[in-house]
């Protein structure tokens, strides 16, 4: 047993599941690890989060964004104890029907799924926010600045850069004039493998959120487009037009205003993903995310059709190698 199973073991010392049955669950990307743990006596279910502080996880965020979500009526997970200190979280189980899941089995369900998960962002975004740092221009420029840095230079050995400056003074004045107005709470993971389905539920309840500790104040279109630009599943056109135009219809916000914005901020997380998913093989040994990066380009190049992207379009045609199998070999560890 390490140091961290005996904190764990003391945080459900004084709980049902002191004497609970652990098994792990699948994690993520970051330095998160999940255990289920189930009451012998009455068969219920808890999640234990451990998350070491010292490796810059910080669970105070995911704390005070788990009580904002569920104080307006939103399925976030219960929190049944924490130790902060150490980093540890005891939390409601809400079970394992992610929307990736659910939509394997049956993909009838999907309209369905994403026209609540698009409601729960309209509701959302209605409510008062919380004070949170700015995914400003500035920030969102160089995020996705690491498709040079990372990706590019994963593959090549090097990076252009000349090309990376223009692509910085040139997007971040896209992003300014883009997608300025009213701040609302992001969780910038918003997709089909961090939402669970939960049918017993009603309304917006149907929709149980994770891995939102990230979230910052942000533009309203951000997390739609995480949703329905997935790069772990694809999100047909007709469900991602009818979705954008829910949104809009629900808020009454302008509709060119908020495509545009849309397409903007589609090219900032998808460069932001090429440069993290090649960081996160390259430097931390997590090749699967590899595997992730045409997707990723694939919406990039959409979003680059947009006239408001024109003046960095080419830079990144000209600059960014193409995700040739033979450039993705590149980025995974020999």
Known sequence: MTNRDILGKALTAGTQWADAQHVPLAGDASNRRYERLTDPASGKTAVLMDAPPEQNEDMGAFVRMANHLRS????????????????????????????????????????????????????????????????????????????????????MGTHDTDARNRFELRFADILHRETG??????????HAENLIWLPDREGLCRVGLLDFQSAMLGHPAY??????????????????????????????????????????????????????????ATDFGKPQYVDLIPAAWAHLMRDLEHPALTSIAQIIRDTLPAPTPEHLAQLKPQ
């Open 223 to 280: 997390d739609l487009m995480s949703l329905l630009q997935d790069v772990r599943r694809s999100v047909p056109a007709g469900i991602e037009m009818r979705m954008i135009d829910r949104y809009i219809d629900a808020t009454g916000v302008d509709g060119h205003d908020f495509r545009t914005a849309y397409s903007v901020l589609g090219a900032q997380r998808n460069l932001r993903i090429l440069g993290g998913f090649a960081r996160l």
């Open 181 to 190: 107005g009213a701040r609302v709470v992001v969780q910038r993971d918003y």
């Open 72 to 155: 307006i009526g939103l399925s976030a997970p219960e929190i049944y104890a924490m130790d902060l200190e150490f980093g540890f979280l005891l939390l409601e189980d809400l079970g394992d029907a992610l929307f990736a899941r659910v939509l394997e089995k049956d993909p009838g369900l999907e309209r369905t799924l994403y026209a609540a998960a698009t409601d729960v962002l309209v509701h959302l975004h209605a409510a008062p926010v919380l004070t949170l740092e700015s995914y400003d221009p500035s920030l969102m420029t160089e995020y996705a600045a690491l498709a040079f840095t990372k990706y590019a230079q994963g593959i």
